[in-house]
């Protein structure tokens, strides 16, 4: 399986929503308080204005997967694969991807109750900082960071 990871077009932020979007339903922990499709559509380009690095992972010509990420903030925003690519491998290149742009540290959050990706993250060397409830949806959120080994 060959996919390449690239900068996202504008004209692909509607793709790239519905991927955010199914990627979080299959979670299985969504509620009443998430955002819409249309809400994450309306949010991505907002974000991207605002210091996003987003990207595309492309396989077969469909986007399979999506990565957004603020490298001066060392933040690690989203990070999405479509179900039907799931345990294929794009997660983890998407993540080497990132570490490549930010080598030293990341950080980010993800919600407590997705037990599947805090697995993986601490299984990829993140380490859990902190719990706190999320302002909007009030779920908790789990803060792991990254660090390079010296």
Same mark, same amino acid.
Do not use: C
């Given at each position: 399986?060959?996919?390449?990871?690239?900068?996202?077009?504008?004209?692909?932020?509607?793709? !790239?929503?519905?991927?955010?979007?199914?990627?979080?339903?299959?979670?299985? !922990?969504?509620?009443?308080?998430?955002?819409?499709?249309?809400?994450?559509?309306?949010? !991505?380009?907002?974000?991207?204005?605002?210091?996003?690095?987003?990207?595309?992972?492309?396989?077969?010509?469909?986007?399979?997967?999506?990565?957004a990420f603020k490298r001066k903030e060392n933040y690690l925003d989203q990070l999405f694969v479509e179900p039907s690519?799931?345990?294929?491998?794009?997660?983890?290149?998407?993540?080497?991807?990132?570490?490549?742009?930010?080598?030293?540290?990341?950080?980010?959050?993800?919600?407590?109750?997705? !037990?599947?990706?805090?697995?993986?993250?601490?299984?990829?060397?993140?380490?859990?900082?902190k719990l706190e409830q999320h302002p909007t949806n009030g779920r908790m959120m789990a803060y792991y960071r990254w660090?390079?080994?010296?």
């Open positions: 399986m060959t996919f390449a990871i690239r900068p996202a077009r504008e004209d692909e932020y509607g793709t !790239i929503a519905r991927v955010w979007y199914d990627s979080w339903l299959s979670i299985g !922990i969504a509620n009443e308080k998430d955002a819409t499709l249309a809400e994450l559509r309306a949010r !991505i380009p907002k974000e991207v204005e605002s210091g996003w690095e987003l990207y595309a992972a492309e396989l077969d010509g469909e986007i399979a997967a999506m990565l690519y799931h345990g294929q491998g794009i997660g983890k290149a998407l993540l080497v991807f990132a570490r490549e742009a930010m080598p030293d540290e990341m950080w980010l959050r993800t919600a407590e109750a997705n !037990i599947k990706a805090i697995a993986w993250y601490e299984r990829e060397g993140f380490v859990r900082e660090k390079r080994l010296r």
